[in-house]
């Protein structure tokens, strides 16, 4: 899989990685950013998927 | 037909809560009451780009109205409520209206601390909580004024940063020995301290306001030392007091703000609260805590909407998140930074690094990053799971 990607919301700074995905919201590990649903907000300041941006932090995700 | 479900306050808990509520599965009516004129608005942009920037409190819309309407959720702004009556599960409002409630929920808030000195009223003189009060601070803002901003706390560092970018003289007058006092350890505040003076910003610490000069608009600020700093614009950040009278007036249970369970449930279990106004004790901290966050109000909220649905989705071992933005730097602070017994740290403030980790009996409370939010997820479980740290966690902050 190369849902591997990070992202970073731009104005909290949360961050979503691909491989890990937000279990807890349902949203599996090695979940592309592209299928997280449209009507997500950002867990930590609420905001919608379109204030997010892709952040490079290597071709390894977070390297948990 | 049952009663409606009514959300009393209209800000970020109230947003996701009536949203939430709908989600998981609320039949009836949902009403959002606020005091406020403005749909739930961000809050945090008030202190940031809203005062250096060209936005309206429209632009800062937490959700469109459209999405309040696919929701069938329904709002009654201007308009406050004075009393709640648990007996016979009613609201009145302060038009006389009373409204019956199936599930009530409290999402009242905090309060600007008022700071009830000589000269108060004057012109110029600013408080900076809500929209109404960004709105009349920005209209006063002017390069070359001189603003006084009283209180270095988050607020009013974020504010100074915001002011300078406008060219503005700005003094910070700190009742401690330092700035973030409250909130950060002395590292760190050492590091903003820097941060603001290298903007030309003075910080002034054991500084006390005792007065405001001025016939009609603010012109100065009197010290405790006797000494009379110009000012054209004061800004007053002495933190907030939760929005509790309701809680108290009806008789619920309130410990520095409205008391609820890890289902975010009152001791009446039709009345929900969260967000700022709600305490609750956290499971991981072992400690009573009432968080002043966005990430605390929408979590609470999630709970509090599956309470009123009766479900149960427990917040209270949840670790408290929260950001400040300051020039160029975005501070992440994960935790609570309260009775630590060792800090590791490492900071350059020319490079903009500034990570720490804050430890108690060996396990991880709290951790901060500056521009480093990639590494504070990294270090976020270990809190969370109450893991061991390795040297390898604590090598991976020296890297950056
Ligand atoms: C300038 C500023 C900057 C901030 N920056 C950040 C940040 O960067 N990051 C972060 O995480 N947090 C930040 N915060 C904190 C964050 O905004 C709060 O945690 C959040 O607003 C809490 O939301 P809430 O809905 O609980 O309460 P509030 O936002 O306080 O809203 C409560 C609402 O209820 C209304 N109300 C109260 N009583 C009644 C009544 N009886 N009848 C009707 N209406 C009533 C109030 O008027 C208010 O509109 C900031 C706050 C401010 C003020
Ligand atoms: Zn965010």
Same mark, same amino acid.
């Given at each position: 899989m190369s849902a591997n990607k990070v992202w970073q919301c731009i104005t909290c700074g949360w961050i979503y990685s691909e491989a890990e995905g937000l279990p807890d919201e349902d949203?599996?590990?090695?979940?592309?950013w592209e299928d997280v649903p449209e009507d997500w907000c950002c867990p930590d300041c609420g905001m919608d998927k379109s204030d997010f941006t892709m952040v490079e932090v290597g071709s390894n995700g977070l390297g948990f | 037909m049952t009663a409606p479900c009514i959300i009393i306050g209209a800000s970020h808990a109230a947003a996701q809560l009536s949203l939430n509520v709908r989600q998981q599965g609320w039949q009836g009516d949902i009403i959002v009451i606020g005091q406020e004129s403005f749909l739930p608005y961000q809050? +945090? +942009? %008030?202190? *940031?780009?809203?005062l250096s920037g060209e936005k309206t409190v429209e632009d800062l819309l937490i959700k469109p109205e459209s999405a309040y309407e696919k929701a069938n959720v329904s709002f009654r702004l201007n308009t406050q409520v004075v009393e709640i009556d648990r007996q016979n599960k009613t609201v009145t409002l302060n038009n006389g209206d009373m409204l019956e409630y199936a599930k009530l929920a409290l999402c009242t808030g905090a309060t600007a601390n008022p700071l +009830?000195? %000589?000269?108060?009223? %004057? *012109?110029g003189v600013h408080y900076l909580r809500n929209a109404h009060d960004a709105i009349a601070l920005k209209s006063d803002i002017s390069s070359k004024k001189h603003a006084v901003i009283i209180g270095g706390g988050f607020i009013g560092l974020e504010a100074a940063a915001a002011l300078r970018q406008k060219a503005m003289h700005v003094t910070i007058l700190e009742a401690q020995d330092a700035i973030l006092q409250r909130v950060v350890s002395p590292e760190v505040a050492a590091f903003f301290t820097q941060l603001h003076e290298s903007f030309g910003v003075v910080i002034r610490p054991n500084s006390i306001a005792t007065s405001f000069e001025g016939s009609e608009a603010v012109t100065a600020v009197t010290c405790n030392n006797g000494e009379k700093i110009p000012a054209d614009v004061v800004i007053i950040g002495i933190g907030v007091t939760p929005e509790t009278r309701l809680a108290e007036q009806s008789g619920l249970t309130v410990k520095n703000g409205i008391f609820v369970n890890e289902f975010a449930q009152t001791n009446d279990p039709d009345i929900v609260a969260a967000g700022d106004c709600a305490s609750y004790f956290h499971e991981i901290y072992q400690t009573d805590i009432r968080i002043e966050s966005i990430q605390n109000a929408l979590e609470q909220s999630k709970s509090a909407a599956a309470s009123m649905n009766n479900k149960q989705i427990a917040f209270s071992s949840n670790i408290p998140r929260f950001w400040s933005d300051q020039y160029d730097i975005k501070l992440q602070i994960c935790g609570v930074i309260d009775g630590y017994d060792a800090v590791e740290i490492e900071q350059d403030l020319e490079k903009r690094v500034l990570n720490a980790l804050y430890f108690r009996k060996e396990k991880l409370i709290a951790a901060i990053a500056v521009n480093n939010p990639a590494w504070l997820t990294k270090v976020q479980p270990f809190i969370k799971n109450g893991e061991p740290v390795n040297n390898e966690l604590i090598e991976s902050m020296r890297q950056k």
């Open positions: 949203i599996a590990p090695g979940t592309a | 809050r +945090p +942009p %008030l202190s *940031k780009t809203f +009830p000195i %000589l000269g108060a009223n %004057l *012109k």
